[in-house]
């Protein structure tokens, strides 16, 4: 049974500062992934790691901005988020990449946890 768990949303000021945390048990070293979902639209890809952590892959609109990182020991991923804006308010949701494909394709994601909500205020 795989169980993902994801903490640490909230409300911030633009500009200001948040980290993720994604707390996941069962099939756990495997590649993991960060989603977002704003009011109304697709959900979306923001970040990769690989399973070793050696590898990592953003969305153009969070790089430079945002950070993922793992601690294997703890089974936790996590995204350091800065400089947030008023666009990066939606729920966020950690996955744990299973299939083949493009890193930043949902459908190869198949354990989701239940989203934790960041709002940005301007």
Do not use: H
Not at 29 to 54: C, H, L, T, Y
Not at 86 to 95: R, S
């Amino acid at each position: 049974q795989v169980q993902v768990v994801e903490s640490g949303g909230g409300l911030v000021q633009a500009g200001g500062s948040l980290r993720l945390s994604c707390a996941a048990s069962g099939r756990t070293f495997n590649d993991m992934g960060w989603f977002r979902q704003a009011p109304g639209k697709e959900r979306e890809f923001v970040a990769f790691i690989s399973r070793g952590g050696g590898t990592t892959d953003y969305a153009n609109s969070v790089q430079g901005r945002f950070t993922i990182s793992r601690d294997n020991a703890k089974n936790t991923v996590y995204l350091q988020m800065s400089s947030l804006k008023p666009e990066d308010t939606a729920d966020y949701y950690c996955a744990v990449k299973v299939y083949g494909g493009n890193n930043d394709n949902k459908y190869a994601y198949r354990y989701w946890g239940q989203g934790t909500q960041v709002t940005v205020s301007s």
